[in-house]
């Protein structure tokens, strides 16, 4: 039988997830996320369990709104060209199945400026602080994980108002996981 865990950065994202649905909260950012969701993964069975990462993204091209589960997550602040260049792999790419087309963003910078905006467009639709960092320790661990993201701003200036959009991504959010986890 399917266990699920739901992975979120802040507690005003998954408010509306359903009793009795483990919830871990990882804090803002790639490496918090990565250490709770190891941390996690290494303190449990992770037999049949599949790791639900929902949270609040900003959308990168205009036009998008809604719900979206990414099926590639970049890391958009290694410099990986670099890193090639040395004869390394940096793994700036990672593949999430069962996605819907899309490419989120991961990284380390809250974006609220239309030129970091227009130059992460050119590789993604969304954009987000923790999925890489999720995605990369479910990989470590051999874990399945989903990304499900809600639009919550257009990652520009108006997501600096990102606190007072919270909870109504959240509800959708809940919802889903209402709909596909219980």
């Known amino acids: ?53 929902v949270g609040t993204t900003g959308a990168l091209r205009d036009g998008l709104s809604g719900l ?11 410099n990986a060209d670099a890193v090639r260049a040395i004869g390394l792999d940096p793994q700036d790419e990672l593949r999430i199945e069962g ?14 400026d239309p030129v970091v905006r227009g130059r992460l467009a050119e590789r993604a639709h969304l954009v987000d602080m923790e999925a890489y960092g999720v995605v990369y320790a479910c990989r470590a661990y051999g874990v399945p994980v989903r990304v499900v993201k809600h639009v919550s ?10 606190p007072a959009l919270v909870d109504d991504s959240a509800k959708v959010l809940g919802e889903w996981v209402r709909e596909n986890a219980v």
Not at 153 to 162: E, F, H, P
Request: charged share 15%.
């Open 1 to 53: 039988m399917t266990q699920y865990l739901v992975v979120s950065a802040i507690a005003g994202e998954a408010r509306y997830v359903p009793e009795g649905i483990p919830v871990l909260l990882t804090g803002v950012g790639k490496t918090p996320a990565a250490v709770a969701v190891s941390r996690a993964l290494a303190e449990r069975d992770t037999t049949d369990l599949v790791v639900l990462n």
């Open 68 to 78: 979206f589960l990414p099926s590639m997550v970049i890391n958009h602040d290694v």
């Open 99 to 112: 996605g819907d087309g899309t490419v989120l963003a991961s990284g380390d910078v809250f974006v609220a």
């Open 153 to 162: 701003d257009s990652a520009d200036a108006a997501a600096l108002d990102w």
